[in-house]
């Protein structure tokens, strides 16, 4: 579903909710070694809960993971 080099996966997960499951999604993303992890960050967000009528603010970890083309590295390209 993503284009073979170039890709942005951005994933949003609650912190608390299968952090195993995570865990061992991000250690096989590194292993397979096509995706690298550009942001990692946990942030609180204003959601509305339909069921409670109330808004609710859960902490949720944003990932934007980015699919890199061979010989790609990290940092500035001159």
Same mark, same amino acid.
């Given at each position: 579903m993503l284009r073979?080099?170039?890709s942005?996966?951005?994933l949003a997960?609650?912190?608390?909710?299968?952090? &195993?499951? @995570?865990?061992r999604f991000l250690e096989l993303v590194a292993a397979g070694g096509e995706?690298? =992890?550009e942001e990692?960050?946990?942030? &609180?967000? @204003?959601?509305?809960?339909?069921?409670?009528?109330?808004w609710e603010v859960p902490r949720? =970890?944003?990932?934007?993971l980015r699919r890199g083309?061979?010989?790609d590295t990290i940092g500035v390209k001159l």
């Open positions: 073979p080099y170039g942005l996966l951005l997960d609650p912190p608390l909710r299968a952090k &195993h499951n @995570r865990e995706f690298r =992890v990692f960050d946990e942030r &609180h967000v @204003r959601v509305w809960n339909q069921g409670r009528a109330t949720v =970890v944003f990932m934007a083309a061979p010989g």
